[in-house]
């Protein structure tokens, strides 16, 4: 019953693929004609060495083979050139079909919420984009033509078989049979410990990425050893499950080669005795091994293509896991165009949030508004909320309850392109490509100008030290940007956020990396750019706080007070203990 489930489950996720196959439906037929039609010309030869043996060899008539052997030459010609032209007929539409399987998933990644990614290690959505996806495409240019043209086969070649003898037929079906039920047996453990290896090799593949991009703070700290040992002990035990899976096709391939040799040795017993007796020709003997040694492929591949289509499988399911996901985050099924012309009123009208059902609220009811060209400062004790806050406003995220709405239409109503046409983020962290400086600015509109990259650099006050880059703007910065030091990779991530002149700035203490005077520059370039902008900036330095028009103190999910720097200065106690906390000399928390 399990072992039938199991069949079940992995003909399931296989026929998924159908939509993907379906375009090159037509070539695919083509491959499985052309290679029956291949195997069936092999089929052939012996059927030619047996006229061969029993004609001008056992007569003696050497002017009678010239033809016969033509035709065996010839028949093995047309079965080499099947297959040469069933690899060139296929090699497009697999690499296609796996191409386009990698760009869906990659568009799949982009469109998923913060939250997916959040759950989700980076290697274990590297391995199903690459090795799973290669997995798929081999099973679609062989395995599973060859399921297909081999099960035929052997079928045709034991009617063959019995045609030409009924017991030298028996003989060969007596092997093949408990090949095949131990082929099965094998390929369902097989397939447990497949899986097994795709997620360990996923696994793997994380602890190097992070190994990677952490390698400055693994050095620092004297961490690299440690690492070492977890990816020594990673690797041993992905190794130990390739070994089970060694171990496994050891003794399926064992049973492969020993039934079918014991099979053409039963066959040449049966027909040495047959010949005796004289009710078999030397002629149909040769032909019956020479089809059972034929047919050594098909019988023998069929555990292995039984295995590799569960490891498919498995592959399979590894990547509809990844498809499956809900982009909970989506345009609307009608969505309502933004305000035009739009000002940039931001209002959050008793939003709430939380991570999952059941998890705790993070934000219990806010309600805030930012007015066309002001810029409201975020403050509030580190887990308040202040980042999640602003990562609802492009949508990052979506609230739980409550709305935002933007020049009074709700964000949820606008398409993500609107939307995020008219916020720009720059964040915390920030997070720079292996790509070129001019490439890493454009990434903030879709069509910026080297002038309009210029001036956002300039505002960032980046702009003296790209162009003291060895190219410029067209100097590639490295993975991660970690070849810049943190105030440089702040200002070009800020940089990105202004180059498209948002209606509304979202910056979640973009300054935190930079020292006294570069803070400074970049707070007084900041006043010019925030000005007829709506901004929200989270601060987490008194001096940040500056910049804000007005304040609004998050605590407890809500918004605590909400006024000048100096009105909660004077009148909020709560305010005043916050600002205390923070590094600012004294004379600005004054």
């Given amino acids: 019953m399990n072992q039938a489930k199991e069949h079940a489950s992995a003909y399931a996720s296989l026929k998924r693929l159908g ?19 291949a195997m069936t010309a092999g089929l052939l030869i012996p059927l030619a060495i047996q006229r061969i043996l029993d004609g001008p060899v056992a007569t003696g008539d050497t002017s009678g083979l010239i033809w016969p052997v033509l035709g065996v030459a010839l028949l093995g010609c047309v079965e080499a050139g099947l297959f040469y032209t069933r690899r060139k007929i296929l ?48 099973f679609i240019a062989f395995v599973a033509i060859f ?58 593949a994380t602890t190097v990425e992070e190994s990677a991009l952490g390698i400055r703070v693994l050095k620092a700290f004297g961490r690299g050893p440690h690492l070492a040992r977890k990816f020594a002990k ?16 050891s003794l399926l391939w064992g049973a492969i080669v020993l039934l079918p040799e014991i099979g053409i040795a039963g066959q040449l017993l049966v027909g040495t005795f047959s010949i005796a007796d004289g009710t078999m020709t030397v002629g149909t003997l040769v032909a019956a091994v020479t089809i059972a040694t034929y047919l050594r492929w098909p019988t ?60 705790k609220e993070i934000l219990r009811g806010v309600d805030l508004e930012v007015r066309p060209g002001e810029t409201v400062a975020l403050v509030g004790s580190t887990g308040s909320g202040k980042t999640t806050l602003t990562a609802l406003v492009a949508r990052l995220a979506d609230v739980t ?47 910026a100008t080297d002038e309009q990259i210029l001036q956002a650099l300039r505002i960032a006050q980046a702009a003296d030290f790209v162009g003291n880059l060895p190219w410029g703007l067209d100097t590639r910065i490295g993975e991660q940007g970690l070849s810049l030091s943190g105030g440089q990779r702040q200002r070009l991530a800020l940089a990105r956020a202004i180059v498209g002149r948002p209606e509304i700035l979202v910056l979640d203490d973009p300054l935190s990396a930079l ?4 803070e400074a520059e970049v707070e007084r370039a900041l006043r010019e750019v925030l000005t007829g902008v709506t901004a929200l900036v989270v601060a987490h330095r008194p001096s940040t706080v500056q910049l804000a028009d007005r304040v609004a103190m998050l605590a407890d999910g809500r918004i605590a007070a909400v006024g000048t720097h100096s009105e909660l200065l004077a009148g909020n106690t709560a305010y005043r203990t916050l600002l205390s906390t923070l590094d600012a000399p004294e004379e600005v928390r004054t």
């Fill in 19 to 37: 939509p993907c196959l379906r375009p090159w439906r037509r070539r695919l037929i083509l491959a499985i004609v052309l290679t029956m039609t």
């Fill in 91 to 138: 090699a497009k539409p697999t690499t296609r079909i796996e191409a386009r399987m990698r760009e869906d998933l990659y568009d799949q990644l982009q469109r998923l919420p913060i939250a997916f990614h959040d759950r989700w290690q980076s290697g274990q959505l590297l391995s199903r984009a690459v090795a799973d996806l290669s997995i798929i495409r081999s």
């Fill in 147 to 204: 399921l297909v043209v081999n099960s035929i086969t052997l079928v045709a070649g034991l009617v063959v078989l019995f045609t030409l003898n009924f017991w030298l037929g028996l003989t060969v079906l007596a092997g093949a049979l408990p090949l095949i039920a131990i082929s099965t047996v094998f390929e369902r453990k097989y397939k447990v410990v497949a899986r097994l290896a795709q997620d360990q090799d996923g696994d793997l």
């Fill in 234 to 249: 990673q690797a041993v035990e992905l190794r130990g499950t390739e070994m089970h899976k060694i171990r496994i096709n």
């Fill in 300 to 359: 023998d591949s069929i555990g292995w293509l039984l295995a590799e289509t569960n490891q498919t499988a498995s592959a399979a399911d590894r990547y509809f896991e990844v498809m499956d996901e809900p982009r909970t985050v989506a345009d609307p099924p009608e969505p309502v165009p933004p305000a035009a012309p739009a000002h940039g009123y931001l209002r959050f009208e008793n939003v709430h949030f939380r991570h999952s059902e059941g998890s």
């Fill in 401 to 447: 309850g409550g709305r935002i709405t933007v020049d009074g239409v709700d964000i949820a109503s606008m398409t993500l392109a609107d939307l995020r046409t008219l916020v720009s983020m720059a964040f915390e962290e920030p997070v720079l490509f292996s790509a070129s400086v001019r490439e890493n600015i454009a990434l903030g509109t879709t069509d």
């Fill in 515 to 518: 020292d006294v005077h570069t």
